[in-house]
């Protein structure tokens, strides 16, 4: 579906690499290119008609993102590096001040290293609790174990919308409802959903929910950090600088701006807010739900040749995304990857930032594999002739 608009897919190639980046379409390239070559300007910052134009194209974007997650307000969209700066602004910019000792976050271990490591930090200045929720037998969370890790002590949870190993999707809006009669906050890392399904924060109910452009056709170096608005305006700002005041003097004396523009020091990406708005009206072109059901019979297709190699070991058969996690028997997981290479078949071999997943999977590494709407049955097919090799693993080690 839509090789055509991916000059990557011209080369003979096999990408399953999708949920670590996307490749990115003609649009998104040449609205890059054309804000470099015809209208190249700063953003918010001069009173000439090419600043203006950039000033329009550069909201017009947080307008489009406002739409394409079902935010209510436009100030409810801030821009950041990716998933990992908006997460970690939540952290420290907001969680910091707002928890207290021995209060309690709940997170789960197949969670990304960028949903971990910001809050064992915390855990340590702050002195308050990091606890995992419990996964199931398809490693799955639950809202019944996350109620059941819920205490008086609990004040946020904060999961993926979908896990990049596991590839479960969260029943977020269940959890969110529960979670808010009780007062806690739930922050969502949605890095590898927005690129595959229909997102819609309002209706999901998250209080944040940050991602990535990379990881949905778009340039890399952007992002999104989505607030709701009256704790996204209780966030402080971890970078300073122009943009973001009102007004300062010799005296200390300092006005910031409002949301978004308080949180968007410095000189922005402004290419990348471009390349972003290319990817997400490409997107919607397309048809999330459309997506959607496309990857998930594709996974489906995969999972079923996959079951049908006796040396194959899959780890999520049962998940409702994209990403299958697999190794190839007694073979470790760089050189199964190393081998497919030599086939020109591009997969994720590791542990993929989810390094304390290998406590309830039992394993390390494995290899991933991520899907995309540009992936298709050829490309499973290719795969499935490579790991079919009866002499695979001699040829894998030797």
Not at 214 to 240: A, F, Q, R, S, W
């Amino acid at each position: 579906m839509k090789r055509e608009d991916f000059p990557m897919l011209k080369q003979d190639i096999v990408y399953f690499d999708n949920g670590a980046t996307t490749f990115k379409p003609y649009c998104v390239i040449e609205a890059i290119k054309k804000y470099y070559t015809e209208y190249t300007a700063n953003c918010h910052r001069g009173d000439y008609k090419l600043s203006l134009k950039v000033d329009n194209e550069y909201e017009h974007v947080r307008e489009l993102v406002k739409e394409f997650i079902n935010a209510k307000r436009s100030e409810e969209i801030i821009f950041t590096s990716g998933a990992t700066d908006g997460l970690n602004r939540i952290v420290f910019g907001f969680f910091k001040y707002y928890l207290n000792q021995d209060d309690e976050i709940l997170i789960a271990k197949s969670e990304h290293a960028s949903n971990i490591l910001p809050w064992m930090e915390l855990s340590r200045t702050k002195k308050v609790i990091v606890k995992y929720i419990p996964l199931d037998e398809d490693y799955k969370i639950t809202l019944k174990s996350v109620i059941s890790s819920i205490t008086n002590k609990t004040k946020v949870i904060s999961l993926a919308h979908i896990t990049n190993v596991i590839g479960d999707v969260r029943p977020l809006k269940e959890i969110i409802d529960y979670a808010h009669k009780l007062g806690i906050i739930v922050v969502v890392d949605g890095a590898q959903a927005i690129g595959h399904m229909k997102v819609d924060v309002s209706e999901m109910g998250a209080d944040f929910y940050v991602f990535s452009g990379h990881k949905m056709y778009g340039p890399t170096g952007i992002g999104v950090l989505y607030g709701k608005y009256n704790l996204l305006d209780k966030i402080e700002p971890l970078c300073y600088g122009g943009g973001m005041n009102a007004t300062f003097d010799s005296t200390g004396k300092v006005q910031y701006k409002e949301l978004p523009y308080a949180l968007e020091a410095g000189t922005p990406n402004i290419a990348g807010v471009i390349g972003l708005g290319a990817a997400v009206r490409y997107l919607n072109d397309i048809g999330m739900n459309k997506i959607h059901e496309y990857e998930i019979n594709l996974r489906k297709y995969l999972v079923n040749k996959l079951s049908n190699l006796s040396n194959i070991d899959i780890y999520n058969k049962n998940s409702e995304a994209g990403i299958v996690a697999f190794n190839v028997q007694d073979v470790f997981s760089q050189d199964t990857a190393i081998y497919l290479d030599k086939h020109n078949i591009y997969v994720r071999a590791g542990n993929h930032c989810a390094k304390i997943l290998k406590e309830e999977l039992g394993v390390k590494n494995t290899c991933r594999i991520g899907l995309a709407f540009y992936n298709n049955y050829e490309d499973v097919d290719k795969l499935i002739k490579a790991l079919s090799n009866e002499n695979l693993s001699r040829d894998i080690i030797f």
